[in-house]
């Protein structure tokens, strides 16, 4: 059977691709029919029974028959003469020959066993029992089963129905997907979103993040997706997904990849991997346009619209959807409006076609509302048809509103790959340090320019590892087979260290620290410099702190285990001074903590508190930056002092 399988779907595929879109559609449940038919002739009636009711449920007429027929004689399915009948009702309505006979047959079988009789009992018990539950699962029946749309609908209707989020949502998607009838359908939905029906909570989010059947509106998108994951955070993957491909259209890539990491497929688990990849296509192509106009705009000086429109001209190609469907009047209705994003969005959709006029008018505008990529964009038109220097300046902006690949755009003007750029002095240094500010945001463009320096060794020392890192950050299409011969090399160079460690012991030690340095996200392994000025302070603030201590506790003097604590706060303090700059800021922790601990009288508390403190402070030390223990550590002595007073009930 699968060849007649392969034959009839194929069949089903061709019979699409002509006709209007009833006919289509009817075509396609025929195939579906005769493919039941099939099943049957094999003697698989089972299958057979589950290809008709498919059909038979999306209106095909010969369907319904020979699922009366099925129904009726228990053919792949238990007998229902109920059911038999409503089929056989609309079979012998389309003229179907045969049913007539058969439902005058199914009819009095019907009225000889009383189950006519009996179903009106249980439709009246059902409408008058208030059970919502079970009004839902009657109105699936009817809906999925029995093709009855009006007993369904008229069932959804009922007060108690009413009542329950699952039944209101029901209906709203009859009126939609069997009447296409949003403006009956969509009430109902948001009702049952009120109501905390969750998946109607997402099916709004979708709505308003799409402009389907409602007018856009990202913000109560969100509050949707928001409603939607307070009651299942789990389950937003489509409310999710919506909102990127939002984002998307508007050309914001860093939001709609923000969204799409989000969450993961409720059912299988995954992310949406061919969204991520279809977001960074996007990021690649519309820069390898811009690199094309930036080495023209070397080559030829100040550009023209032609030469930007033949840039871009590969690029709309694929972003055609995104950006034309529907016309270019609804991106231009909503930025007259004042819609930052439909500014954005018609801002480059001008620049891309050459229009720099109009592009400038509306890049401007967007800038004026704080729109970091419309700065970015005003940048753009700059450096290729005007002042390179006045577009450092934008692309700065841009920088500081929060584009993520406007530090790329300066690592370019200030590294200058491609030669000078007219008007600005190159600082390779700055410029290196933009794309590591922009690869730290999250620029996948700086990531992936940052992994190419450092494995040419351009501006930057050549270092394999960082450029693996980086490269394996950005994971930008087009980029695995690289990354996997990168990884292939590096894996080579650890074991040639590895052999010519083993073969000289006074190496060992040194190799194995080159071999494990990951670059940058090798943060557990970081050890603050040593520094002269700062070990100078930090055995100037031990001192400081040990005799301020006792001349603080010269009426305690008799306290010898007060006087050790300090002791071991003091020297601790020398010796970690002699490894770290991080003594200083363990000195004086440790040393508001013994001031706090001191008062209370107790030498056991003391000095377990003392000592544990010291301990911890030393763990820490070891695994975080210096700039940040600063101000992590003195907190916590100061915590540890006001803490310790109320517990032992001491005045501050």
Request: aromatic share 10%; glycine share 8%.
């Amino acid at each position: 059977m699968s060849g007649s399988e392969d034959l009839l779907n194929e069949s089903a595929s061709d019979a699409y691709k002509t006709g209007d879109a009833q006919e289509r559609e009817d075509s396609y449940w025929q195939s579906v029919y005769e493919l039941g038919r099939g099943y049957e002739e094999d003697g698989d009636a089972k299958r057979a029974f589950t290809y008709y009711e498919m059909a038979a449920s999306n209106g095909n007429p010969a369907a319904k028959f020979e699922c009366g027929k099925c129904l009726y004689f228990g053919k792949g399915t238990e007998p229902d003469l109920i059911r038999a009948s409503g089929y056989l009702q609309d079979a012998e309505a389309a003229g179907i020959s045969g049913a007539s006979e058969l439902l005058k047959t199914v009819e009095a079988e019907i009225e000889e066993t009383g189950l006519a009789e009996k179903a009106a009992r249980e439709r009246e018990e059902l409408e008058s029992s208030g059970d919502a539950e079970a009004i839902y699962e009657e109105a699936r029946t009817c809906y999925f089963d029995r093709d009855d749309i009006e007993r369904a609908i008229y069932l959804l209707n009922l007060p108690a129905a009413q009542e329950d989020p699952d039944c209101v949502h029901f209906l709203g998607r009859i009126y939609i997907n069997k009447y296409d009838d949003p403006d009956t359908g969509i009430p109902y939905i948001e009702k049952a979103a009120y109501m905390g029906h969750q998946h109607a909570c997402q099916e709004m989010a979708e709505f308003y993040a799409e402009g389907r059947y409602v007018p856009e509106d990202i913000e109560t998108a969100k509050e949707w997706t928001e409603k939607a994951a307070s009651l299942d955070e789990d389950n937003v993957y489509h409310a999710c997904a919506a909102i990127a491909s939002y984002y998307h259209k508007k050309r914001d890539y860093y939001s709609a990849l923000n969204w799409l990491n989000k969450v993961r497929d409720e059912e299988y688990g995954y992310l949406n991997f061919a969204g991520i990849r279809r977001v960074k296509e996007d990021i690649v192509a519309e820069h390898a346009a811009k690199d094309e106009l930036r080495l023209l705009r070397i080559q030829k000086g100040p550009l023209s619209s032609e030469d930007i429109r033949g840039a871009f001209s590969e690029f709309d190609e694929r972003a055609r959807k995104l950006y034309s469907d529907k016309g270019l009047s609804r991106r231009i209705l909503g930025a007259q409006s004042g819609n930052t994003d439909d500014i954005r969005c018609l801002a480059y959709a001008y620049f891309r076609a050459g229009n720099l006029d109009s592009a400038l008018e509306w890049a401007e505008k967007g800038a004026k509302q704080n729109d970091a990529e419309c700065m970015r964009l005003r940048g753009d038109i700059s450096l290729f048809c005007k002042d390179p220097v006045e577009a450092v300046g934008w692309y700065q902006k841009a920088a500081s509103f929060g584009s993520h690949d406007a530090f790329e755009d300066l690592g370019y003007c200030l590294t200058q790959p491609y030669g000078a750029v007219e008007g600005v002095k190159k600082d390779s240094a700055k410029g290196v340090g933009y794309y590591e500010g922009g690869a730290l945001t999250g620029s996948l463009l700086c990531q992936k320019e940052l992994s190419s320096m450092y494995e040419t060794g351009r501006d930057v020392k050549q270092d394999l590892e960082k450029a693996y890192h980086w490269l394996n950050e950005a994971l930008l299409p087009g980029d695995s087979f690289k990354l996997i011969d990168m990884k292939a090399e590096l894996d080579k160079r650890r074991d040639e260290a590895k052999q010519s460690a083993d073969s000289d012991p006074s190496r060992k030690g040194d190799d194995t620290a080159r071999s494990g340095d990951t670059g940058p996200s090798a943060s557990s392994t970081y050890r603050p410099k040593k520094d002269v000025l700062f070990e100078i302070l930090g055995i100037a603030a031990s001192a400081a702190f040990y005799y301020l201590s006792k001349l603080f506790l010269a009426n305690g003097a008799g306290h010898n285990a007060v006087e050790k604590t300090i002791h071991l706060g003091f020297f601790t303090g020398l010796i970690v001074n002699l490894v770290c700059v991080g003594g200083i800021v363990m000195t004086a922790a440790g040393a508001l903590s013994c001031l706090g601990i001191s008062l209370f009288n107790e030498p056991i508390i003391m000095g377990i508190v003392g000592g544990a403190a010291g301990l911890f402070y030393m763990i820490l030390l070891g695994v975080h930056p210096v700039l940040l223990t600063y101000a992590l550590y003195i907190s916590i002595g100061l915590a540890a002092v006001f803490v310790l007073r109320i517990i032992f009930k001491k005045p501050y």
